[in-house]
C-alpha cells in the first residue's frame, strides 16, 4: 500500500524502482562511471597527492564531472538528507576491495570528519555509512572518534584546481589516547579533488607512530 502511494524512486533519475531495484535503477547503475582503479591497480588518485603524502593504496569508485549523474547522486547524499546512498556505494567498493589482498592489510577504517556546527545540521557524517559498510566488507574496525575537524570549509568541486588548492585547507585535530601505532589506516571520503584534505588528515595522523595509509572515495573529480 506504501508503495502504490509512495513508490520509491531512482535516486539518480527519479522513475519508480522495480522489484529488486535499490535506490539506482538498473539503467542508472549501467550508467554509472565506474574508475575501477583498484581492479587496474591505477595510480590516478596517488598522484593527486604525490610529492605530499605516501599512500600504500588509493582508489576512488566513480568519476564526478559537473552536471552528471555522479553529482545528482552526491546532491541526494549531501543536501536532501538520502544517507542510504553512502551505505550503497560503501556495500559496492566494500565488495570489491574484499577481492583484492592489498586492502585486506588495513587494520582500521577512519572517516574524513565533519566540522561539528555541519554534522548538527545535517545530522550525519555523509561517509559514516560509506566507511562502516567497507570495514565490515574487509573485515576491518571502524573509526569515527580519531579526527576532529576544527574548522569549517565550503565545498570546492566546482571551483577550478588551482583555485581548489589554495582555498581547500582545513584543519584536523587527533583525539587524545589515540592508539592505532603500526595500523593500516583507510581513510574514506565522498570525493577527492586536489587532494588538500587526505594531505591535512595525513598530516595529523602522520603523528602516530608507524602507521600506513591508504585512501578509498566515492568519487575522483574529473
Known amino acids: 500500500m506504501l508503495n502504490l502511494f509512495f513508490p520509491k524512486v531512482c535516486e539518480a533519475c527519479n522513475n519508480v524502482l522495480i522489484d529488486n531495484e535499490l535506490l539506482i535503477c538498473t539503467n542508472c547503475r549501467h550508467q554509472l562511471p565506474v574508475t575501477n582503479f583498484h581492479f587496474d ?8 597527492v604525490y610529492g605530499r603524502v605516501k599512500l600504500e593504496n588509493a582508489t576512488a569508485l ?12 552526491l546532491h541526494n547524499l549531501k543536501y536532501r538528507g538520502h544517507e542510504p546512498i553512502s551505505g550503497f556505494f560503501g556495500k559496492w567498493l566494500g565488495a570489491e576491495l574484499s577481492s583484492i589482498r592489498a586492502y585486506g ?3 582500521v577504517v577512519i572517516p574524513v570528519p565533519l566540522y561539528k556546527v555541519k554534522l548538527r545540521k545535517r545530522g ?3 561517509v559514516t555509512q560509506f566507511g562502516k559498510e567497507i570495514a565490515k566488507a574487509i573485515d576491518a574496525d571502524y573509526n569515527d572518534s580519531v579526527l576532529i575537524k576544527s574548522k569549517a570549509t565550503k565545498t570546492q568541486v566546482f571551483k577550478g584546481r588551482l583555485t581548489r588548492w589554495s582555498t581547500e585547507g582545513a584543519s584536523f585535530n ?4 589515540t592508539d592505532l601505532k603500526g595500523k593500516h589506516i583507510l581513510l574514506v571520503d565522498d570525493i577527492i579533488t586536489t587532494g588538500a584534505t587526505v594531505e591535512a588528515c595525513a598530516t595529523v595522523l602522520s603523528k602516530i607512530d608507524n602507521i600506513k595509509l ?3 572515495t566515492m568519487a575522483i573529480a574529473d
Open 41 to 48: 591497480d591505477s595510480e590516478t588518485v596517488k598522484k593527486i
Open 62 to 73: 566513480l568519476h564526478f564531472s559537473k552536471k552528471g549523474i555522479v553529482q545528482q547522486l
Open 105 to 107: 592489510a588495513i587494520d
Open 124 to 126: 550525519y557524517n555523509q
Open 174 to 177: 587527533i583525539t587524545e589516547n
Open 214 to 216: 591508504s585512501v578509498a
